[in-house]
């Protein structure tokens, strides 16, 4: 019988786990200010059904600041100024980003593979920067009372990382953040989301973000050649929607999205069709010796207001700016990283008290209703006086906190 292969080990002053958005983000701006950093990604590439493709204007400034956003506006992406919601055949304009004190005065729409694309290439500019792909994080290695790296799956064979800081940004289902035992604070969530995709055609509606009638919800992202669509559902019912048969689901999306027409024919099966569980949850504590949570692994965000992204991209940037400069030098203590847990859970706390408020008073409701929906006051208050529209347009576009470089 052959005895187990040998683990190559590797020593890096921080190690990443998880190549989105906060890890590509984060491994960029600390190689930047001379930091070793390994960044280890599970997957052999960044092509996959990501939940989110807005790039919000407090990330396109992080971007500008970095002196990069020519490239990456030349990129294929998309632009709209205004947010817009069809509330029972009503469209009305909820916020207007042409006022903000940024350089970007817009969301724009890029698939998320190719904004990590956009990272990773930046990224390899840095001799400090290493990234590795189809390494899976397994378990946190613990010695004397601090993670002191991780132990990795790889194409090559198993992989033992050793790091003065392990950063976890591996997502809402952290590995790392399981394995270190953190504690989660659970939110809720009322709904959860169906994720598909339908061919776009030149003549159809420009960027139109929100759909609602009695009981159904639709989030349409402009991904040039098709629709990325997002279908909310109450939470628990998708086998319940299942039973009334794909007919009648694609019914009810046309009946959201007249002009798609036939093109919900082309959801052929349940299987074109992909459930993603909504959740609202954060660390009570971010951190522990050795160790440092960053954006979903260390706060899950609803999708209200598609921010997830841009408080992850936040995240990296405080750490950057707090922890860049100490971790040239050496190990950085828990009071340090504490530091960066005070920066950032105030606007975390404050972005995800706003998206249940949401949640709970709008769409819920909107689910669970059988009967003709209307906008509530304060929306309709957005879209009858125009200068309201800067409130959600900063909340969506800026936050509660943006981070700059230093």
Known sequence: MDAPQAPETLHVRCCIVGGGPAGMMLGLLLARQGVEVLVLEKHADFLRDFRGDTIHPSTLEVVHELGWLDDFLSRPHQETKTVSLAVGGETLTLGDFSHLPTRCKFIAFMPQWDFLDFLADHAREYAEFRLRMQAEVMDV?????????????????????RADLVVAADGRRSVVREKAGLKILD??????????????RSDDPSQLLGRIEAGRMLVMIDRGEYWQCAYLIPKGSLERLKQEGLPAFRSKLAGLAPFLGERVEELQSWDDIRLLTVAVDRLKQWFKPGLLCIGDAAHAMSPV????????????????????????????????????????????????????????????????????VSAPWPIRMLARWPQFRRIPARLIGIGFRPEHLR
């Open 305 to 372: 207001g598609g921010v997830g992204i841009n408080l992850a991209i936040q995240d990296a940037v405080a750490t950057a700016n707090i922890l860049g400069m100490p971790l040239k030098l050496g190990p950085v203590g828990p009071e340090e990283l504490a530091r960066v847990q005070r920066r950032r859970e105030w606007p975390t706390r404050m972005t995800q008290r706003l998206q249940v408020l949401l949640q709970n008073r709008m769409i819920d409701p909107v689910l669970n209703s059988r009967g003709p």
């Open 187 to 200: 939110i809720g969530a009322p709904m959860d989301v169906l994720w598909m995709r339908v061919s776009k």
């Open 141 to 161: 290695i613990e010695e004397q009372g601090r993670v002191a790296g991780v132990r990795v799956s790889t194409a090559e064979g198993p992989l033992e990382v």
